[in-house]
C-alpha cells in the first residue's frame, strides 16, 4: 500500500526507530507515546483491520504477540505487567489502518479503558 504511514515506516522510507524486525513483523515506537514504553508491532504485509484477518495470518499475529512480550521483558516489564491492545474501527478509536498491536508499560494502566 503505498499511501499507508506504517507500510512506508516498516519499508525505511519514513526515518521511523524500529526496535524490532524480522520476516514478517517490525515494531517501532508510537510518535505519540501513551506510557513510557509505547511500542507498536506491525505484520510487514498490509493488512487493514482485524476484520480482514484470514486463517493464513495465524502465524503472523502470533509473531506479533511474541515480538511483544519479547520486547516487554527486554524492558524490565514482564513481570510488573503491561498491556497489548489492537484497535478496530472507529469507535475503538482505530486511525492507521495498517494492523497494529500497541504493547503498553512502565505505568499502571487503568481498566476498564476509556
Ligand atoms: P490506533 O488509534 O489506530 O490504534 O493507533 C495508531 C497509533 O499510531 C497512534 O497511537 C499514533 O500515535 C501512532 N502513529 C500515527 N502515525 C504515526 C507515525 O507516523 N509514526 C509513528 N511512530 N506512530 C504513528
Ligand atoms: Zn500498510
Known sequence: MTDCVFCKIIAGQIPGSLV???QEVAAFRDINP??????LIVP??????????TEADDA???SMFR???ALAKRH??????YRTVFNTNREAGQTVFHIHLHLLGGRTLGWPPG
Open 20 to 22: 524490532y524486525e524480522d
Open 34 to 39: 501513551q506510557a513510557p514504553l509505547h511500542v
Open 44 to 53: 510487514r504485509r498490509h493488512i487493514a483491520t482485524l476484520n480482514d484477518l
Open 60 to 62: 503472523v499475529v502470533g
Open 67 to 69: 515480538a511483544a512480550a
Open 76 to 81: 524490565g516489564y514482564a513481570d510488573r505487567g
